[in-house]
Structures are given as C-alpha cells and as structure tokens.
C-alpha cells in the first residue's frame, strides 16, 4: 500500500474515528461525504465505543501473500458498542473460543509489512473480553 | 425500444489453461459464438473482466480482444463489475440493441486466473480494500461469515451447504466443458481441508481460465438469421455496500433479491414461473442465499430446500445444470456470459444428458464480490 | 510538585518456559533456571512490536492519568528493538494516541535503560515548564541470539509514565544518572542479535553502575536503605538485582513486588520500568520507592519518588501488572516461538 493511502486512513485505523450524522444521527466507519441514511452532508467527529460483540466469525486458511505467516488467524464482524460494525481480526485465541454473542475490545496491532523493506502497517484488531 | 434475442453463444472448456492464453481463449469463444449465430460482422463489442491487470498484467483488453478477434476498429469496451462484470456487460449489449443504435453486438467474458498472480489477493480487490481487505479478510472468509451467520440464525447446516456442492458436481459430470467432471460425496465436501471455517476446499468454486460469448440481435434481425434464437424478457441490477459489514442484515445478498425483483417485473413473471436457473454459487452458501433471494423459496429455507433435492435437476425449480460455479469453474469475468450459454442450450434443448425439461423460461444470476453488486437476465423461447 | 501521574504497563500473553529453551538446546533445564532465577518469559505476538506495545501501554496509562492525549507535549520511546531503524516508533505512538500535532517526539536507545532515560527527559521538561505532560514509554521485544544465554531472558513488554504537576501519584525526590564507555553489551547496526562479554557484563558493567548510582542518589539525598517501602533493579536475570539490593542493604520484602523477572524475563529497556509499574500497583500513600535501571554501553539512571494519597484513586483504572502476569498465558513450543520472533529464515 502506498504511504499516501495509508497515512490518510490513520485516524481510523489508529483512533477509530468515526463521523455522526448531524441531521439522523446515524454512524459511519469511516467518515463519509454524504448521510446514507438521510443524505445530509452535516457530521461530528465521533469515535466507536472500545468493546463491540461478534455478529459472526470465521477462521482465515488460506490468506493472501501479506498475511501468508499469520495464518490460521479469526476475523470478525464485530459491532461496537455504539452500533457500527466493522470486519476485524480477533487475535491471542483459539479457533474454539469464538461465538457468535461474544465480548471483543479494541487493540492495536500490526496488520502487515510490506516485505523486509517496506513500511509496516499498524492499525485496530480486537481481543476477546 | 427493441426486443433482442441471443442468436449465438460459444465457451472454451473452463480449467487450468496452461497451453492458451488470455487473449487465445477469448477470440475461441467468440468465434464459436458468431460462428453459431452465423452473422457476417460485429457492430459493436463488451468484454466482461475483472481484473485481468492483477492476473497476468493487461489492461485495454477491450482493443487488444477487437483486434486479434480481427473485427477492429468496431467500438469495443471492457465492463467490470468484480465477478459479474460479463453479466453487467450483457445489459450494455442489451441497453445498445435495444435503444436501436447497433444491430449486432458481441458480449463477452474472459478471465485467467492461473497464470502465476497471486489469486486469493486479486479476488480480494472486489472487497472494500481498506476496511476489508487490510484485516486479511478474503473472499472465502466473507462468505463464510455470511454462512456463520446463516446457520446460528436459520439453523442451516454443514450438510445442506454440503449438499450445493453435491449437487453441482453431478450436475457437472455432464458438462463436457466443466472444470470438474466428477462426483463428490456429503463427507468429502465436508471433510475436505478449512478454506475458511466452516468452508472447506469443496464448497468453493475453483480458480479457473477461460471465456464465454454470445451474439445479440434483435428480435426482428434475428429472425433472418437461420438458427435457433433465444429472448432476454428481462434484466435487472443492484447494488448493495461494498463491505458486508455495513449491511443491516449479513444473510440477506439485497442487491439480487433487487436485481431479480427488476427483471421479474420487466419479465412480467413471478419466480414460480422460471423453470431452469443458473446462480452464482461461488460457494455453497451463496446459492442458498440466492434461492432465497430469487423467491425459489422462503428467507432462511434455502439449506433443507436444497437438501430436500429442489435445486437438482428433476427438481422443482432445476438451479446450475451446467454444473454452476462450483464444478464449471469459476474464471470471474467470464461466468456471467457463461450462465447465458447455458440457459440458451437449455432453452433452445441442447443441454444433453443435462437437458432441463420442457425448459421454456430461464434465469441467470451473476453477483460481484460479496453481494456488492447483482445482475439477474430472464430468457424465453421464441 | 513534579511527578507521575498516570501509569500502565502492557504484557504479550504469549510466553515460553525456560525448560523449553533449555530442551531445545540440549542444557539442563534445573541449573538454567536455578542459575539465572527465571521460570519463563513474555513472548511478542506476530502482531506486537515496540509501537503496539508502548501504545497499550499509553492507553493505559492515559486511563490513570485521566488527562486529554492533546495536552501531551512531550512524547519518548525507550527500546532496543524500534520496528525502524529510521523513522521514529514515536510518531506512530503519538498518532494513535490522539497526542499529534503539537508534541515533541523522539526514539531513545541505550540498551536496557532507554526507557528511564525518556522518563529522566520527560520529568526534566515538566519540571522546567516547558510542557504540560510528557510521556515517557519504556518497551522491548527483546532479541537474543538462539542458543545464547540472553535467549532464556530476552522477552516483551512495556510501561508508560506521564509525568505533570497536576494529580500527582509518585513525587520525583531526587534523580542521579552514573554513566561510563563500558563495552559490555551491543548490537551493531543491521545485525539481528546482540553479543555480550560474558561475565564482564556483571561486576564491571551491571554491578559497578546500578551500585554507583544507587550509591550516588542514596548519598545526595540522605536516605537510607531503611527508609524505602520498596526498591527495584534492572532485572537481566533473577539474580543480578537481588545481589544488587543486598549490597546496598535492601531486604528481599523490599524487592519482591518489583522482581516480575522470573515470570516476565527480561524485557530490556521495559524491564525496571515495569517493576516498577508492578510496585506502584500495590505501594500506599507517603511510600519512598528507589528506581535504578541499568543500560549497557553503560549507565544507571535513579529516581527516587514518593507516592501520594491519588494512588489509591487511579490503581484500579487500568490492569494491574500481577493480572497481565499470571493470567491468560498462551504457552508456545520452541518451533512456534522460534516463528513468532522471525527466526526462521523464509523466502520473501
């Protein structure tokens, strides 16, 4: 990933930032220039709660070349506690000890690197409750 | 606004290609296809690809297919639209026939996938790279969230996702352009090794080269034509949030069940009507959300419908004889055409030993990523 | 009054246990552990690093300090095993933290005592007024080569300090650095593991400057062994710091809260900072405790705090060091470990 694209995703990646909809309230991960919920172009600076639930996991086997070292490793569709989900990785557990319905808060990792040479790349993972 | 009909559809054999390529397997499969519809010139021209710069580093297919098909300098276009980007490129052909501004045009799809490039990465572009695709999520992993999800609230099971792919292999055996020709069992799908839990190697589609073609005309052109003519009734398309995760509801693929609601109304038909359907099965979940999805059956009795042997071809509503996405293969841009010449051998009775009854109306359903994008076509007799 | 007020400590879950080691290289696991006084260390996650780590460690931190990230004017890192050789783990800490833009930032290294050398600059500028908070990060994945003694030791982990006049927990009484060239211990610039001289790491090197320091800071002050709750010494090993208070004149009660050692090993430039974090878990209002770390090459940095009644307000706002210790531990074999810590040659 070039270093333009990745610092300009930094505070999400780093601070979960996020943007709330001044007109309906409604959260988005990342922020984004226009409401899908109501087409407001108004929004705050919010962040998503630290803990979020699992919504529905799986085991990752067989990953692309970045992530090859890595597996077997959990991803996630979690829903922070202020109700905007996202897919992430739930890391220092086993296979067994995921469920539907169970606690995860946020970290932060390493995700990457770009080979020996390149930049590494950082950003948010969960870890179980 | 014209009519238009498929007079001519040709596909290579799908697999691992080594001895072809890109551009080799794509002019094969169109010549087939004007050689089948027997017109003596292309007006126009839509090539469906996903990617094949990541695959084997060339993009501006649209010329490159034009002039070594030998119909340049005809205006020529690439579609994409992830893994329904041929069937998204069919609407175009549809659209430009229709609106009266060409008479002939080729549609096409064309992927290949084995070429050395790193696949799982190149599919994983059709996910939302950087809230996706940075956590390492792949494609085998998107679908098995939805199945996760699926079957804690359905109360799907590993047999009926089994079950899919059971069925589209044997449907495959009597494909003679199928990448797999032969028979699995309930057990080895579901023993076979993790992809992605609980998806395992079996319920996947594979990765896959090759390309498919058809003729459009319209109606009226086609009837000069001598050859057996097959209508579009009805075409539809969606989109949905790129990302799974926006969605209010991960087991609902939104984007077909509104693709397939557009082209039943453009059709004029109810779901009860189709009687053969070729879906996107690129893992078994996939086509029981799509079942449901189309209105085959109800929200969330997409595993015991297909377990209850529906889907098979003696079934009620047949879905993939031609084996599906599973067992045919699954070379991306090229699977939505792919369905087309399917439904249209079915349709015109030149399906062999996998021929659907009595088939007189037909569906295809071609999907982009993880349900991002859908595009339903609804064929007839003529 | 100058001093600390947030503090947090961040351990890997991952660990390896000496015999493991000890199996793997054909030495007997009972001298081993009976000669450095070790039980098993931390081992980093393929995820964590220095910047993960002292991030956790911040966050921590900041939970006690109860204080806005963007009042941080001062932001350091201490670690021998920086992700970059050029490009600062810092800006990474800062950015995730919320404490850029206006922050000063900067990478520390001197082996094992870079971590109390950001907290010696970090209390120099609250004190000076020159900024409001500063945070100082003490964090390692340390490396050792395989087979060599440092590899039963070298492990992960990290503490982070803010220190500010406002909300006090531990007062900074006094502080006295003890340095000279002393050859000890070094790892050249792209080399994977570092070398050491053996012995010479101890009387000349640990010894001569954590006793000289401690010695130093004892005399400026006027204190008296006796008259500190608690004391804590870099811990290489189980032994060296043990000796190290003994010859001062501390009792083992005075050290234990803050020997973590024999169950963290050694996380180099986070070592004396987290058992120091592990003391300050459990100290009570109006306590002295004596900090002396010790960094190869060579140095000691003291400290002298006492603590404040806040203490007992903030303990409880973030995991106690004890807990990150002993629970939740995920064992490895000595092929995984041997993964985790990249030292398994691959193909790019």
């Known amino acids: ?129 | 606004m014209r009519e238009v009909a498929v007079v001519g559809c040709g596909m290579t054999k799908f697999g691992e290609l080594w001895e072809k390529s890109l551009r080799d397997i794509f002019v094969e499969a169109a010549l087939k296809a004007i050689d089948d519809a027997g017109v003596d010139h292309i007006d126009s021209m839509y090539v469906g690809a996903m990617t094949p710069g990541l695959f084997v580093g060339q993009e501006h297919i649209s010329a490159l297919m034009a002039d070594y098909l030998g119909i340049a300098p005809i205006p020529a276009m690439r579609v994409e639209s992830a893994c329904c980007s041929s069937g998204m490129a069919l609407r175009l052909g549809l659209f430009e026939i229709s609106s009266g501004y060409s008479d002939i045009v080729l549609v096409g799809g064309v992927e290949k996938m084995n070429d050395g490039a790193d696949a799982t990465y190149a599919l994983a572009t059709a996910a939302d790279q950087e809230y996706e695709v940075y956590q390492g999520v792949t494609f085998p992993g998107l679908y098995a969230l939805i199945a996760r999800a699926h079957m804690h609230r359905y109360g799907t099971t590993r047999e009926q996702l089994a079950a899919v792919s059971v069925k589209n292999h044997h449907n495959g055996t009597m494909n003679p352009n199928a990448q797999f020709q032969r028979e699995v069992t309930l057990e080895q799908v579901m023993n076979a090794t993790l992809v992605a839990d609980p998806l395992t190697v079996l319920d996947s589609s594979p990765v896959s080269d090759g390309a498919a073609c058809v003729v459009l005309t319209s109606v009226d052109f086609a009837k000069q034509l001598k050859v057996p003519s097959v209508k579009i009734l009805g075409s539809g398309a969606a989109t949905d949030t790129l990302a799974l995760h926006n969605r209010e509801d991960i087991t609902t693929l939104k984007a077909v069940k509104l693709s397939g609601k557009a082209a039943y109304k453009m059709a004029g038909i109810k779901p009860s009507d189709i009687d053969v359907a070729e879906v996107h099965d690129c893992f078994s979940i996939a086509e029981i959300c799509i079942i449901e999805e189309l209105g085959f059956t109800e929200k969330g009795k997409g595993g015991p419908f297909t377990e209850q042997g529906n889907t098979a071809l003696e079934g009620k509503i047949p879905v993939n004889p031609s084996g599906g996405l599973k067992s045919k293969g699954h070379p991306v841009g090229a699977t939505g055409i792919a369905q087309v010449v399917e439904v249209v051998e079915q349709l015109r009775g030149n399906a062999g030993k996998r021929q659907v009854k009595n088939a007189k109306i037909g569906l295809t359903q071609n999907m982009g990523g993880s349900g991002g994008s859908s595009v339903v076509h609804i064929f007839t007799t003529t | 009054m100058v001093g600390i007020v947030g503090y947090g400590s961040y351990l890997p879950r991952y660990r390896i246990k000496v015999e493991e080691i000890a199996h793997q290289w054909g030495r007997d696991p009972v001298t081993v552990k009976r000669g450095l006084m070790l039980n098993e260390k931390t081992v980093p996650g393929m995820d964590e690093d220095t910047i993960t780590i002292s991030v956790e460690a911040a966050k921590n931190a900041l939970k006690r300090a109860n204080i806005d990230p963007a009042e941080i004017g001062a932001l350091y890192v201490g670690s021998e095993s920086h992700p970059y050789a050029v490009k600062p783990s810092g800006t990474v800490v800062a950015e995730a933290l919320g404490a850029v833009p206006n922050v000063h930032i900067a990478d520390y290294e001197f082996a094992c005592k870079a971590g109390t050398e950001a907290m010696f600059v970090a209390y120099g500028l609250v004190k000076a007024d020159l900024v409001k908070y500063a945070l100082a990060i003490g964090a390692d994945t340390s490396q050792g080569a395989p087979g060599d003694a440092l590899e039963f030791s070298a492990s992960a982990g990290g503490s982070a300090f803010i220190f500010g006049k406002e909300g006090v927990i531990a007062e900074v009484l006094d502080t006295f650095s003890y340095t000279t060239d002393t050859p000890d211990f070094w790892r050249r610039e792209g080399a994977f593991y570092p070398l050491h001289g053996g012995r010479f790491t101890g009387e000349p090197a640990y010894f001569k400057h954590i006793l000289g320091a401690a010695k130093a800071i004892l005399d400026k002050s006027g204190y008296k062994p006796a008259d500190f709750a608690y004391a804590v010494f870099h811990m290489p090993n189980g032994k060296f710091p043990l000796t190290a208070g003994k010859r001062l004149g501390f009792t083992k009660a005075q050290m234990e809260p803050g020997w973590i050692v024999p169950l963290m090993g050694n996380t180099y430039s986070g070592s004396s900072p987290t058992g120091f974090a592990a003391t300050l878990d459990i100290a009570k209002p109006d306590d002295l405790i004596l900090l002396v770390s010790f960094g190869s090459g060579a140095g000691s940095d003291a400290f002298i705090f006492k603590m404040t009644k806040r203490i007992d307000d903030v303990r409880d706002k973030a995991e106690k060091l004890k807990s990150m210790l002993e629970n939740n531990r995920i064992y490895l074999d000595y092929g995984q470990y041997a993964k985790y810590r990249g030292k398994i040659i691959m193909n790019e």
């Open chain 1, 1 to 129: 990933m070039p270093s333009p694209t990745y610092r300009r995703e930094m505070p999400q990646r780093y601070r979960l930032e996020a943007a709330k909809c001044k007109k309906c309230g409604k959260l988005f991960f990342p922020p984004r220039l226009v409401c899908a919920g109501c087409g407001s172009k108004e929004f705050d600076k919010t962040k998503l709660s630290e803990t979020g639930t699992i919504l529905s996991h799986t085991m990752i086997r067989v990953a692309p070349a970045d992530f090859a070292t890595q597996v077997p490793y959990a991803i996630a569709i979690v829903e922070s506690d202020n109700g905007v989900r996202v897919t992430t990785q739930v890391v220092d557990c086993k296979p067994e000890d995921l469920e539907i319905g169970k606690k995860v808060k946020f970290i932060f990792r390493k995700l990457y690197e770009e080979g020996h040479t390149g930049i590494i790349c950082y950003g948010y993972k969960t870890v179980l409750v």
